[in-house]
């Protein structure tokens, strides 16, 4: 697997913990270095491990834990460092969202998540990207 293609798999492990609600998951996804940070839409800077999956925990076990739906991804790679740009459509509402990946123990884990208000993605006319919402498995990419 190029690891363009494990970094979109890494990113979509990433959303399919949100969207499933999975605290265990979601724990899974980032790297377990303490210098990990995050910045939910609206709040301040989360910094630290123990605190970016605290809030993770509460969004996730709250009630009112938004649907969320990853779309457009772009992956760019750099080395052991790789980041993801994408819109993400909660309730009919989008934000624009990067999550930075690094390379640990030839895993891809996430270090950085950030999102904020934009603009819906613009319609594309043609039909050519239809796999763009696709989590891609391992069946897809063989």
Not at 43 to 59: C, H, K, N, P, T
Request: include cysteine; charge should be negative.
């Amino acid at each position: 697997m190029s690891d363009y293609v494990a970094v979109l798999f890494a990113n979509d492990a990433f959303y399919l913990a949100f969207t499933s609600r999975d605290v265990e998951a979601m724990d899974t996804v980032w790297s377990q270095r303490p210098s990990v940070t995050c910045i939910h839409p609206g709040w301040e800077l989360l910094s630290g491990r123990e605190q970016v999956l605290e809030s993770w925990e509460a969004i996730l076990t709250s009630g009112h834990s938004p649907d969320v739906a990853c779309h457009e991804a772009s992956a760019t790679v750099l080395g052991d460092t790789a980041y993801v740009v994408c819109y993400e459509e909660l309730e009919g509402a989008y934000l624009m969202a990067t999550n930075i990946f690094i390379r640990e123990d030839n895993t891809w884990k996430l270090v950085h998540h950030q999102a904020g208000a934009a603009p819906p993605p613009e319609e594309d006319d043609e039909d050519d990207d239809e796999d763009d919402d696709e989590f891609y498995s391992p069946e897809t990419i063989q």
